[in-house]
């Protein structure tokens, strides 16, 4: 029976823990290259558990400018070289030259093996419990690498052929290796299905796609990706609370940071007496049904229609929905005589101007 195919992803832990010159790392982007001069990154060893374990396959994600070419260093071995030990406390700091030289001299061992201008290696010379693994970027462009991987045993397809073929590291053994990476690569996206259905790791163009199937119709251009993700969060609330007050809430919250008030026509009118009615109809609607939505920030077009148009799509037909911008303003309030009980809303900045003809000074908005 076949033994099954083992993937060590190597993540954050193990760059962390990554000796690097002339490289950046960040779990969105990678290893990066910064600056000129040497561009090496020697990993951590990888544990299989295994003695005798057949590694079979490197794979990463490269994207590369101007003449740059990766470089794969790979040592295994059941044993852990003294060569290896790294310096700890301030005696790894002092000696980093040493140890970027150590780690040199480590693979250029007879037993190294090494790839140049590949992200998808075969690592069929190379058996034992640990795997050490070097990557170096020649030549003068910019590199960004990433989703690294290692795969491991070899391949299952050369282990269902007769013994008298499986010779490791001939032509036949390597012709195989062709079918059986496409094979894994097809497996290896079947696995990861799930992540496009989920919010949080759904490529931006599949977002329009997983809101429609909730019933939500929003243009991918209208909103920014962050946003979307968050409505899709939200999404299940928003749907199960249609045609309440609480799903105009929910899609509020998603867009709007800034404190909102609702105010409902029924209730604004119901206070309302004599002439204030007329006012309360020209803000708040002449149907009960409609409602207003205050948003203390700056007028927004853009933000007005995207609102609009998504709030109706979770209230009644019969209820229509204004949105007013409430933005700082200067006003003079009610019972203001002359210079007293005056009120300014907002900081302008100001400064004195020329003399008036009676001798006084007066206030002149800043020019700059």
Request: overall charge negative; hydrophobic content about 45%; charged content about 25%.
């Amino acid at each position: 029976m076949a033994a099954p195919i083992n993937k060590y992803p190597l993540g954050a832990s193990r760059f962390r823990g990554a000796l690097l010159e002339g490289f950046d790392w960040s779990p969105e982007n990678g290893l990066v290259t910064t600056g000129d001069g040497e561009h090496l990154c020697f990993l951590e060893k990888i544990d299989s558990g295994q003695r005798g374990c057949l590694w079979g396959r490197l794979r990463f994600r490269a994207t590369l400018t101007g003449d740059a070419l990766p470089v794969i260093f790979a040592l295994a071995a059941d044993e852990e070289p003294i060569a290896d030990e790294e310096p700890a406390g301030e005696a790894a700091a002092l000696s980093r030259r040493e140890r970027l030289e150590a780690k040199r001299r480590f693979f250029r061992t007879a037993a190294a093996s090494k790839f140049t201008g590949h992200s998808d290696v075969l690592l069929y010379e190379q058996s034992g419990r640990y795997l050490w693994l070097g990557v170096q970027i020649s030549g003068s462009g910019a590199a960004a690498l990433s989703d690294f991987a290692v795969f491991s045993p070899r391949d299952n397809f050369f282990a269902t052929f007769p013994e008298i073929y499986r010779l490791n590291g001939d032509f036949f053994h390597r012709y195989l290796a062709i079918f059986s990476s496409l094979y894994y690569d097809l497996q290896d996206t079947v696995d990861s299905l799930d992540r496009l259905i989920d919010a949080e790791t759904a490529p931006a163009a599949a977002l329009p796609v997983l809101a429609g199937w909730l019933g939500i119709e929003c243009d991918g251009d209208a909103v920014d990706e962050a946003s979307f993700r968050r409505l899709l969060r939200e999404a299940f609330a928003v749907v199960r609370a249609k045609g309440t007050r609480s799903a105009v809430e929910a899609i509020l919250n998603v867009f709007v940071p800034e404190q909102f008030y609702i105010v409902e026509q029924r209730a604004a009118r119901a206070k309302a007496r004599g002439a204030d009615r007329e006012v309360c109809e020209r803000l708040y609607g002449h149907s009960p049904f409609d409602f207003t939505v205050l948003i203390r920030r700056a007028a927004d077009e853009r933000l007005h229609a995207l609102l609009k148009y998504l709030i109706r799509q979770f209230v009644p037909l019969r209820a229509n929905a204004n949105i007013v911008f409430l933005d700082d303003a200067a006003r003079l309030d009610g019972y203001t005589y002359c210079d007293l009980n005056a009120r300014v809303t907002g900081f302008h900045p100001a400064r004195l101007g020329g003399a008036m003809l009676d001798g006084a000074r007066w206030l002149a908005a800043d020019a700059d």
